[in-house]
């Protein structure tokens, strides 16, 4: 085993983490005050020719591996962790089903708008009845002629604001009560088609969610990605590589709470002496070094067997549901260590908890991913 990362992938983090402690870092904790979306800063990614990171040349992407697409995830959520979940998103949810699945013409048609940042790239998945269960989806696509006209709305989809077209699923058929579900590309600018965002979060406050309304939305059947009725298929597949996303997005958030910790730690002084030489807040501490190593080694295990062409499901899944839960613990950590100061917008921390928490639902809860990992082991 080895366990350095090629000389490419030490330029890419060396860049990469300089933009995001430069560009990315200064302004995260207005922009999340603010809700205000980083556009400027994809502008900036998508200059440097991030922005198609994984994706083929030839239609405009750099051609890096998934483990490239880690580090930058992670780097950009170590800054930010609304500008790692809409990197991540961009990339995983909006980039790679048309790459994986669509036709040439599909790829040539779509893949450069997304690669320059002209486009963010979101996917279209979740409804309000159809979460965890996203086989309960019941948004519908009827052949009007040679189109589909789609009926149905969608929830907490990420970036739909800033994209031009997304893939959304829908019911193209239905036999009984099994559903044929099917991926659909539809411009965000068709009639009949609204992106609302309204909602109230939690945290990640400068990333865009939003609610998809589809009423009487008419597009080519030629707009079919991928075979017709195995949608369901190709979002399990696309939600495998989106979970090495977010494990990695997690380690940022993380290290970027870890980093805070040790260095108040090391400055704060109570009955004397720094914090830091008090045994309970050095275990605290070194539970955090260690738990973000073995996490950040998952990731990129994950991201190592996909882009070997092996199986990665289980150890994507193994990887997220980890990530994502030492995340939580840091960050409450994190808190803990800065006490009353951690409640404190100022010192950070609070919102490295508030960010933290999404990553145990979206993408798959922590449940699900047990219940992955269970079927993937043979129970």
């Not at 990640?204 to 030629?222: G, I, K």
Request: hydrophobic share 40%; charged share 25%.
């Amino acid at each position: 085993m080895n366990f350095d990362l090629n000389s490419e992938q030490i330029l890419l983090q060396k860049m990469i983490r300089e933009f995001s402690n430069e560009e990315v870092a200064p302004g995260a904790e207005k922009r999340d005050k603010d809700k205000q979306f980083p556009i400027e800063i994809f502008n900036k990614l998508g200059k440097l020719g991030m922005m198609g990171l994984p994706f083929d040349e030839e239609y405009g992407g750099a051609g890096a591996d998934t483990i490239s697409f880690a580090i930058v995830v992670e780097e950009l959520s170590r800054a930010c962790g609304s500008t790692g979940i809409t990197y991540s998103a961009h990339i995983s949810l909006g980039g790679a089903p048309i790459n994986m699945f669509g036709t040439e013409q599909q790829k040539r048609t779509y893949l450069p708008s997304i690669c320059s940042g002209e486009s963010f790239g979101a996917f279209g998945l979740t409804e309000p009845n159809a979460g965890s269960d996203a086989g309960g989806t019941q948004t519908v696509a009827k052949e009007v002629g040679d189109n589909f006209l789609i009926n149905g709305n969608k929830c907490y989809i990420t970036n739909a604001s800033y994209a031009k077209f997304l893939a959304l699923t829908a019911i193209t058929g239905q036999t009984g009560q099994k559903k044929e579900i099917s991926a659909i590309i539809v411009p965000t600018d068709a009639p009949g088609f609204r992106v609302i965002d309204a909602y109230e979060k939690m945290g990640l406050h400068s990333s865009n969610t939003t609610e998809l309304v589809l009423e009487d939305v008419m597009v080519p059947q030629d707009h079919l990605l991928g075979k017709r009725g195995e949608g369901f298929k190709q979002f399990l597949k696309t939600l495998d590589g989106g979970r090495i996303g977010i494990g990695a997005m997690a380690v940022g958030i993380a290290q970027a709470a870890y980093e805070k910790s040790l260095s108040y730690a090391q400055e704060r002084r109570q009955f004397g002496s720094p914090i830091s030489k008090f045994q309970a807040i050095q275990f605290k501490l070194a539970d955090m070094a260690m738990k973000i190593e073995l996490a950040r080694n998952m990731v990129y295990k994950a991201a190592w067997l996909k882009d070997q062409g092996r199986p990665f499901s289980k150890e994507a899944s193994m990887c997220k549901l980890y990530a994502s839960e030492i995340c939580m613990e840091v960050t409450n950590q994190a808190v803990q260590i800065h006490g009353g100061n951690g409640y404190m917008r100022d010192y950070h921390v609070e919102r490295y908890m508030r960010d933290a928490k999404l990553l145990e639902i979206g993408e798959g809860t922590s449940e699900i991913q047990r219940v992955v990992i269970a079927r993937e082991i043979g129970c």
